[in-house]
């Protein structure tokens, strides 16, 4: 029977936070990668909101004047490239628009995906067009509910509470659609 060397991992008492001493030399890295992990969401809510499939491979400006920032992505860039499904990557530090592009924030940058190559623009228009005469329906029985006196005497204050929270929900969405269809521009 063989038996294990007088250490070895299998065998070893977990660790404890007390024992690990060095956590200062890790913050460079870790600051790093919350950078990155913020730059990779403000994608993905990018292509959320212009209805881009999250598989798809798309290109990305990033636009900085933080040194730091810039070469973090240039470093990092098969990383980004991956984990953000970015086929072409450029950092810069001035990018005029040309076309229809999909803008963004996060920490230190701002964000730019063109879209002309990535969606039927007009298909685009049409789904917002018909999601925003949607919401304008809800958000005027929500109105009328919430405009008439018999409902906010009669109505558990729950029931009124919720519809005022859906009223404001719809006011975000109404402003993100039309953002939206802006961005997207006139036919």
Do not use: W
């Given at each position: 029977?063989?038996?294990?060397?007088?250490?070895?991992?299998?065998?070893?008492?977990?660790?404890?936070?007390?024992?690990?001493?060095?956590?200062?030399?890790?913050?460079?890295?870790?600051?790093?990668?919350?950078?990155?992990?913020?730059?990779?969401?403000?994608?993905?809510?990018?292509?959320?909101?212009?209805?881009?499939?999250?598989?798809?491979?798309?290109?990305?400006?990033?636009?900085?004047?933080?040194?730091?920032?810039?070469?973090?992505?240039?470093?990092?860039?098969?990383?980004?490239?991956?984990?953000?499904?970015?086929?072409?990557?450029?950092?810069?530090?001035?990018?005029?628009?040309?076309?229809?592009?999909?803008?963004?924030?996060?920490?230190?940058?701002?964000?730019?995906?063109?879209?002309?190559?990535?969606?039927d623009v007009e298909e685009e228009r049409r789904r917002i067009s018909r999601n925003l005469a949607k919401a304008l329906k809800e958000l005027d029985k929500a109105e009328n509910k919430l405009n008439n006196e018999g409902?906010?005497?009669?109505?558990?204050?729950?029931?009124?509470?919720?519809?005022?929270?859906?009223?404001?929900?719809?006011?975000?969405?109404?402003?993100?659609?039309?953002?939206?269809?802006?961005?997207?521009?006139?036919?």
């Amino acid at each position: 029977m063989e038996t294990l060397p007088p250490y070895s991992i299998m065998i070893a008492r977990y660790p404890t936070m007390e024992e690990f001493t060095d956590t200062e030399g890790y913050g460079d890295e870790a600051h790093s990668m919350e950078r990155l992990m913020e730059l990779i969401k403000a994608v993905r809510n990018i292509r959320g909101e212009h209805n881009i499939d999250q598989g798809q491979k798309i290109p990305l400006v990033v636009c900085s004047n933080d040194l730091f920032f810039k070469d973090l992505v240039q470093r990092e860039d098969q990383l980004l490239m991956a984990l953000a499904k970015v086929n072409q990557l450029r950092a810069v530090n001035h990018y005029e628009r040309k076309g229809t592009v999909a803008s963004g924030v996060c920490p230190g940058a701002e964000l730019f995906i063109p879209l002309s190559d990535l969606i039927d623009v007009e298909e685009e228009r049409r789904r917002i067009s018909r999601n925003l005469a949607k919401a304008l329906k809800e958000l005027d029985k929500a109105e009328n509910k919430l405009n008439n006196e018999g409902f906010l005497k009669g109505a558990p204050h729950e029931v009124v509470a919720r519809m005022r929270d859906g009223r404001r929900e719809l006011l975000f969405k109404l402003e993100k659609l039309n953002r939206n269809l802006k961005v997207l521009g006139s036919t």
